[in-house]
């Protein structure tokens, strides 16, 4: 089944650096863009931005420019966000989440990733 | 930026009675050309990811129970769930796809009364 696997909780000190992976299995990687959102404690989802998974390039929304990447390893249908310069406010639960279809126009989520905690606390 | 309103924030609801959750969008979503309207429903459940409940303003997606239907178009947009049952307790979000970047409504949380 279709199915994308995160990495594990994460605790971080103001400043430092944290990547997260998500996995991605039954499917043909590179035939669906990612997407990853961020979920901050009792907020609703916040887009972030999208990878496509056949070209590599990156859309970034406002708000996710400079501190963020979004990355691929396409050997082993992977992709991966990169936060940089970690703050209090990056305290959030983030998501990968797969387009719900190939279709250029078929950008709703489905599946997501089981989200990845990431704590950014002195 | 398109901006998603939902209404209400939360609602209580009889097991067996219809929950109805709405969204409006700040602009139309409703593209000519293919005439399709492109909004999502979610549900998220405490401590899991939101799960994808309704595409295209109101395709159901598969293994959906339907009980769930999805409908409105242009700008105003409706979740109704036609006889509440226990596992539905979640909080329920709308989502444009229309134009980047993509939004999210504020979420309405149904609760059992």
């Known amino acids: 089944q279709v199915q994308l696997v995160q990495s594990g909780s994460e605790l971080k000190k103001p400043g430092a650096s944290m990547r997260v992976s998500c996995k991605a299995s039954?499917?043909?990687?590179?035939?669906?863009?990612m997407n990853w959102v961020r979920q901050a404690p009792g907020q609703g989802p916040e887009w972030m931005g999208r990878i496509s998974t056949n070209t590599g390039n990156p859309t970034y929304a406002q708000g996710f420019t400079g501190r963020f990447v979004f990355s691929l390893d396409t050997s082993v249908s992977t992709a991966y966000l990169q936060i940089s310069s970690l703050k209090a406010e990056d305290t959030a639960v983030y998501y990968c989440a797969r387009d719900g279809g190939g279709g250029w126009d078929h950008r709703w989520f489905d599946p997501w990733g089981q989200g990845t905690l990431v704590t950014v606390s002195s | 930026d398109i901006v998603m309103t939902q209404s209400p924030d939360s609602l209580a609801v009889s097991l067996g009675e219809r929950a109805t959750i709405n969204c409006a969008s700040s602009q139309s979503v409703l593209y000519r050309s293919n005439n399709k309207t492109y909004v999502a429903w979610y549900k998220q459940k405490s401590g899991q990811p939101p799960k994808l409940l309704i595409y295209?303003?109101?395709t159901r997606e598969s293994g959906v129970p339907d009980r769930f239907s999805g409908s409105g178009s242009g700008t105003y947009f409706t979740l109704t769930i036609s006889s509440l049952q226990a596992e539905d307790v979640a909080v329920y979000y709308c989502?444009?796809?229309?134009?980047?970047?993509?939004?999210f409504g504020g979420g309405t949380k149904v609760e059992i009364k």
């Open positions: 295209w303003a109101s």
């Open positions: 989502h444009q796809y229309y134009s980047s970047p993509l939004t």
């Open positions: 039954g499917y043909t990687f590179s035939s669906y863009g």
